[in-house]
């Protein structure tokens, strides 16, 4: 087992002998890639396969320095109240706007049902047509009783209705 000392002493080398020869370690990095792109491809597969399983490098870091990360986001939170205000305030206005979009698609699919998903369930074509026949009489008699109950609107409140 390395002691400390000499793991840090044998980090600076590989420090320094990285900046010596960054072009050169760079180019075979680049070949390498280039000449087995089949062991790149099992090495993304093998890293993504960790993070899913919490086994990844940052995943371990975190593990073992939770508490020093956590009082260091504290303390950065004190130190900027500001940004930590524009933050919660551009990620409020992005969850608002998220949701808003959530209930429009929610409701446009509650309002338009998928007629080509329902007939297929149907091996008989006399009744998926039938069925998309109910479908859109129903779909049509719900606009007319929404333009009924607004023409009702307009007859109760002819000031608050304005064009």
Same mark, same amino acid.
């Given at each position: ?21 960054? =072009? @050169?370690? !760079? ?9 087995? &792109? +089949? %062991?790149? *491809? #099992? $090495? ?22 939770? =508490? @020093?990360? !956590? ?9 900027? &109240? +500001? %940004?930590? *205000? #524009? $933050? ?36 008989? &074509? ?38």
């Amino acid at each position: 087992m390395e002691s400390e000392i000499a793991k840090a002493h044998r980090k600076a080398r590989q420090r320094e002998y990285y900046r010596k020869h960054r =072009d @050169k370690i !760079l180019a075979q990095s680049r070949k390498f890639i280039q000449d087995h &792109p +089949e %062991k790149i *491809k #099992e $090495y993304h597969k093998n890293a993504a396969r960790k993070r899913e399983n919490g086994t990844g490098y940052y995943q371990r870091y975190y593990a073992l320095n939770k =508490d @020093k990360l !956590l009082e260091y986001a504290k303390n950065w939170r004190k130190r900027n &109240p +500001e %940004k930590v *205000k #524009e $933050y919660q305030q551009r990620y409020n206005r992005k969850m608002a706007a998220e949701r808003q979009e959530r209930r429009e698609r929610e409701s446009q699919n509650q309002s338009q049902p998928n007629i080509a998903k329902a007939k297929s369930l149907f091996r008989n &074509p006399a009744q998926a047509e039938h069925l998309q026949w109910l479908l859109n009489h129903a779909a049509s008699k719900k606009q007319e009783s929404n333009k009924q109950e607004n023409n009702k609107q307009e007859s109760i409140h002819p000031d608050a209705v304005t064009s």
